[in-house]
């Protein structure tokens, strides 16, 4: 693996950590208001990023897997 091939993969698992960061700071989304159509904070705020953390994922499986076709 090359310098540069390896520099990617640091980057691209780095990628990872905002999810993890996003998730498990609570403070961020303890709390019920902004409500989002009658739906607490706390709930959309969960619920997009699932489908944020599925964009990340499939970004970082893209960067890891480009070159190998």
Known sequence: MDKASRKRTKWAYLLLIIPLFALLWVPLYASEEPSWMGIPFFYWHQTLW????TVIMGVVYWLLHRHRR
């Not at 699932?50 to 953390?53: A, P, Q």
């Open 50 to 53: 699932i489908v944020l953390s």
